[in-house]
């Protein structure tokens, strides 16, 4: 939790509280199902938390904005994002019933009203949103199709809407096809050396 006050000190009482009991509840539960590996949830904070919010140093959603979380397990980008940001609407989705279960007794259980979870595959969603999140579901040659027409035409935010995706490693292979795609280095704005191969690829659409 210190870390993530130092790099986000603007949150307020509801929002620290929410992110406090966070953690509590992914103990509980990764003790029923498996979401994150018990070693991982040592550094849940930095993992899992702050690599998710990551995607706020690349972007602030404004209010009322919608946005698309495709296989979000356990909840995540989706969750720590909408305590950031709890003006904004987030769709939660994943195939996987006990996953999506987990994220509304999460959702629920801190008191989030601006999410909505559903067990569904993408290409059955029907909603149009600004940006659909991610956290390395699959490569983006086969992500893309699966949301490319989920994506509102009308531009809203600093950048134009699209895909945000948490990725790790070397993607210069992987995104040859979509020249426009960017990439936006962590360690740019997180200190650790987790974050030294974790990058957000952006990919107007």
Excluded at 129 to 142: G, N
Aim: with cysteine; hydrophobic share 40%; charged share 25%.
């Amino acid at each position: 939790m210190d870390d993530l006050l130092n790099y986000f000190p603007y949150l307020n009482e509801i929002q620290i509280k929410q992110f406090k009991d966070l953690k509590k509840l992914y103990i509980f539960w990764n003790s029923q199902i498996n979401l994150i590996s018990r070693k991982d949830i040592n550094s849940f904070y930095e993992h899992h938390v702050l690599h998710s919010l990551g995607i706020s140093k690349i972007i602030l959603f404004k209010d009322n904005s919608r946005i698309l979380d495709v296989g979000t397990g356990g909840g995540f980008p989706g969750i720590p994002l909408a305590i950031l940001f709890p003006k904004v609407q987030f769709y939660l989705i994943d195939s996987i019933g006990k996953k999506i279960n987990v994220v509304n007794s999460v959702k629920y259980d801190l008191g989030l009203t601006n999410i909505n979870a559903s067990q569904i595959r993408a290409e059955d969603f029907k909603e149009k949103v600004d940006f659909v999140v991610s956290r390395a579901v699959t490569k983006m040659d086969s992500f893309v199709p699966w949301v490319k027409n989920k994506i509102s035409s009308k531009h809203n935010h600093i950048i134009d809407n699209g895909i945000l995706y948490l990725k790790g490693g070397e993607l210069e292979k992987e995104l040859q096809e979509f020249p426009k795609a960017k990439c936006f280095l962590l360690q740019d704005y997180f200190t650790a050396p987790f974050f030294k191969t974790k990058k957000v690829v952006y990919l107007p659409l």
